[in-house]
Structures are given as structure tokens and as C-alpha cells.
């Protein structure tokens, strides 16, 4: 992997790191303002049947109150009027002090009881007003995370946009990459071919050179080392062997040709590797073939469509 890849692969690494805070950290909000929200409201509700529970039992008392006041009423009625009271005065007014004793001892009870009820309501009461005011509290704190809620799933929805349009770049950029490494690649491959093509041609070269002056020493009139069986045709001919069998070749030019009897022939072969093969002596002919016969030592046996003439530099 190269090193722009390796940058946009910790890049992408960033992306998702930053993506899955912003997830977690909107989760945990929300999860923490509606677990309060629940247990508030849970609050509330209990707190509104107390209130109801403790509004029925003042209710409640409020008329036995009422009604044990008239019963007290009438009772303590009928005790002042000491109708079964008898005896001296004294007797009869310490029954009625005792009598009124009993009425205002009930009546203390009662409203000791009747007082306790009430602060308790009371503090029913101011307990609910602050549960109250605390799920207003709350409520407006759950909207406000609900919209920084939303705005954070916003800017993780343009996150995720840049974090894919980062990762079709990044594999964009890879792609190029690897096209670029194959097509380097394919260079080399086609550079090495061509260098070791040039090399065997060079080589070729250097053996045709080779044969070429060998070639020339050899038949060159006049110089050193003649042979004397060299008696190339006057005009520059050329032709392909036609058929080879042992010693005697027959090529596909003639007497029309301007070849005569007696006259000599150099066979070469080209193609991928080219190389100088003998000579021959034409010892029979035709308008349009003739017969040579192989003069000396040949370097490779000739073939079909080995090439004959009075030079390889007369081939066009």
C-alpha cells in the first residue's frame, strides 16, 4: 500500500472514531433525560395519590368533625341541663364542670388531629408543587436535549456524508494507484523484452557481420584467399530453395534470371535468427529453376525457403 493510502486509511480510522462518539454521546443523552423524565413522572403520580388519599381523609374528617360537634352539642346540651344530676349544688356544679372537662378534652383531640392532618396536606401539597415545577424543569431540559439531540444527529448525518465521500476518494485513489503500479509494471515487463530482444538482435547481428566478412574474404575477387570455385552471376540475383536432397539443391530462379552453369550461389537463412549457411554451384538449370550443387562445408544443412544470392547485402 502506498503512503497516500495508508494516510487515508487512519483518516477513515478518525472518522469513525469521531462518528461512534457523537452516537454514544447522543444515546447516553437521551437515556439519561428519559430515565429522569420516567422517574419523575412516576414521582408525580404518586405524589398526586397521596394528595388525593390525604384530601379524602381530611374530607373525611372534616365530617366527623362536624358531626361529632353536633353530637357534642346536643350531649353536652343535655349534660348541662343535669337532669340526673342530684344532690347539693356543689354536687350538681361539679358535674357540670366535669362534663365540660370531657367536651373541651374531645374537642382538643379532634383538633390536634384535625391540625396534623392539615400540616401533613400542607406538606402533601408543597411536595407536589415542587414535583411539579421540577417536571417543568425537566421537560423544558428533555426538549432542549431533544433539539441539541437532533442538531448532533445532524452533524453526524454530514459526518457520515464526508466520512463516505472520504471513502469513495480513498478507494478512488487506490484504484489509480494500483492501475498506475500495473502499468508500471507492464513497462518494466515490456522494457526487460525489449532490452533482451535488442540483445538478441545485436547478437544476431554481430554473427551476420561475422558471416558477411567471412563471406566477403571468401569471394571477393582478387583478395587474399580466394577460392577459386566463386563465380557469382554478373547481376544481382535472389531466390528460395525450393527442394534440398543431400548435396543437391533446387531453387525457384533460372536461366530467365540470368543464371548460367558454373556459376555460384550463397544460401542464407533469415527469420528469428539468421545466419549464413554455404554455397552452391548451379550444375543444371531451366528458364525458371535451376540445380546447384553445395560447394565446401556448410554451417547448418540447408532448408526449404532458405534464401539463395550472390550476397546477404544484396537483399532487399
Same mark, same amino acid.
Given at each position: ?14 472518522? +469513525? ?293 550472390? +550476397? ?5
Amino acid at each position: 500500500m502506498t503512503t497516500v493510502g495508508k494516510i487515508l486509511v487512519f483518516l477513515n480510522l478518525v472518522f +469513525s472514531f469521531v462518528v461512534g462518539t457523537f452516537a454514544v454521546m447522543a444515546f447516553t443523552a437521551r437515556t439519561h433525560w428519559a430515565t429522569k423524565y420516567d422517574e419523575l413522572a412516576t414521582r408525580y403520580q404518586v405524589a398526586q395519590a397521596d394528595s388525593k388519599t390525604f384530601k379524602d381523609e381530611a374530607d373525611r374528617l372534616t365530617r366527623e368533625r362536624n358531626a361529632f360537634n353536633q353530637r357534642l352539642y346536643s350531649v353536652g346540651k343535655a349534660d348541662l341541663k343535669l337532669k340526673d344530676v342530684k344532690g347539693p349544688p356543689e354536687a350538681v356544679d361539679q358535674a357540670a364542670a366535669d362534663a365540660a372537662n370531657r367536651v373541651a378534652g374531645e374537642l382538643r383531640a379532634r383538633q390536634t388531629r384535625i391540625d396534623d392532618l392539615e400540616k401533613k396536606l400542607g406538606d402533601v401539597t408543597a411536595d407536589l408543587s415542587k414535583a411539579n415545577r421540577q417536571i417543568k424543569s425537566y421537560a423544558a431540559a428533555t426538549s432542549t436535549s431533544q433539539k441539541t439531540s437532533e442538531l448532533r444527529q445532524n452533524d453526524v448525518e454530514k459526518i457520515r456524508e464526508m466520512y463516505s465521500a472520504e471513502i469513495k476518494r480513498n478507494n478512488d485513489l487506490v484504484k489509480s494507484a494500483n492501475d498506475m503500479r500495473d502499468q508500471m509494471v507492464a513497462a518494466q515487463i515490456t522494457a526487460t523484452s525489449l532490452r533482451d530482444t535488442n540483445k538478441r538482435l545485436e547478437e544476431q547481428l554481430q554473427d551476420m557481420a561475422r558471416d558477411l566478412v567471412r563471406v566477403r574474404a571468401v569471394g571477393a575477387p582478387g583478395a587474399r584467399g580466394a577460392r577459386r570455385d566463386v563465380n557469382p552471376p554478373p547481376e544481382d540475383v535472389e531466390g528460395l530453395v525450393a527442394r534440398s536432397e543431400g548435396r543437391l539443391v533446387t531453387i525457384t530462379i533460372g536461366s530467365d534470371a540470368g543464371l548460367a552453369k558454373g556459376q555460384t550461389l550463397e544460401v542464407f537463412r533469415f527469420g528469428a535468427t539468421p545466419r549464413y549457411i554455404g554455397r552452391i554451384k548451379i550444375v543444371d538449370l531451366s528458364p525458371t529453376q535451376a540445380v546447384g550443387e553445395v560447394v565446401g562445408r556448410l554451417t547448418t544443412p540447408i532448408r526449404k525457403n532458405d534464401t539463395v544470392g550472390i +550476397s546477404i547485402m544484396g537483399r532487399r
